[in-house]
């Protein structure tokens, strides 16, 4: 079955808020096998409604909005809605009386604006709202269904989980979706693309393959629709053999996974502990693991050493090799990780020195230029980089990439 997302209100078109109920829906309703095949926003006007509303019905059979629904004269969804499919708005006395209780709490007094609330659309299907006064609405027209729900992400979300999905599920009969994602370390989109051409020339027709790339990480996703569970599992653990044979230790995680997260996994399981020791990367991996719930049990703390000094004094590189090799070098990056391990008493370290940009750089080593080490207690490993021109990207790739050194040494002790 397919479906289209309306979001309804100016505030989205004129960049005020962001859109970010239609991602999850897409999500909820992807994965009970309801495919969204175009996404809309338009605005608080009776004419945007009603056009966008009868184009997807055009294309599709079910319809879902968002917004629209308060109790001020901007929001027109309920009543354009309701004259759309001819229906009277008659007071529902049970919302009224919610509505009621719940101004009550907050010693508020009923308005004229608080029992437009309680009117609903006589003959549309109504479906409540746990969390406020706006109520779901389903209306229904020669099998072509629209669902009209409160734009506020909280009170939506309650609805389609509790109440809405399952209803879907139960009346609508759709196929399974299984997607399978592969995330990718150090390789960019073209090159991966070239490594898989083969794998990918030989895939089943039933298979549907996306790269989603971003800063430092690729994610494949195999996309599947069918009748049998079974069968389209089988195809995706052949399809996975291939890949871990091509990518090896290049894939990190096979679930839309960070990682950090990945990361967080190793260590607790472990019990090992970890800390960073940063120049180019200013504490940027030290906030992305103090992101994870639970980093207090296996990361102990980091030393921002931008300048030579911190990395001399307090992590105890020797002044000769900043003077030989310079800042952005094996020597000072390895004597880095040794030095935070050594100093805040951890199992492993990360350390990175390069040259972030936009400017720097030199022809030897060039914007873009980082040096990585991982240390433990008894080994050190280090790896260059040229990355990028853009300092931001090139902050963020090189922290993945210590990360996925890291793993790979984590997973080297087992």
Known sequence: MQAEIITIG??????????????????????????????????????AIVSSIEEAMSRVDLVLTTGGLGPTNDDITKKTLSDYFACELVQDDGLYAKIEERLARYKIGMNAFNREQALVPQGARIITNDFGTAPCMWFSRDNKHVISMPGVPFEMKNIMQSKLLPILSEEFDCPYVLHQTVMVQGLGESVLAEMLQDWEANLPSVV??????????????????????????????????????????RIFAFDDEKIEQVITTLLLDKKKTVSTAESCTGGNMAHMLTAMAGSSAYFKGSIVAYSNDVK???LGVNVNSLEDFGAVSQQVVEQMATGACKAIGTDYAIATSGIAGPDGGTEEKPVGTVWIAVASVDKVISEKYVLSKERGRNIRMASMAGFNMLRKMILDDE
Do not use: C, F, H
Not at 19 to 44: P, Y
Not at 224 to 241: P, T, W, Y
């Open 10 to 47: 100016d505030e989205i078109l004129i960049g005020q808020i962001v859109d970010t109920n239609s991602a999850w829906m897409s999500k909820e309703l992807n994965e009970i096998g309801i495919s969204v095949n175009r996404i809309t926003s338009i605005s608080d006007t009776k004419e």
């Open 208 to 249: 549907k393959l996306a790269y989603l790339p971003s800063p430092g990480v690729v994610r494949l996703r195999m996309s599947l629709v069918g009748d049998d569970e079974a069968e389209l599992k089988s195809i995706v653990e052949n399809q996975l053999k291939g890949l871990k044979a091509i990518l090896g230790e």
């Open 312 to 314: 001399a004094n307090v």
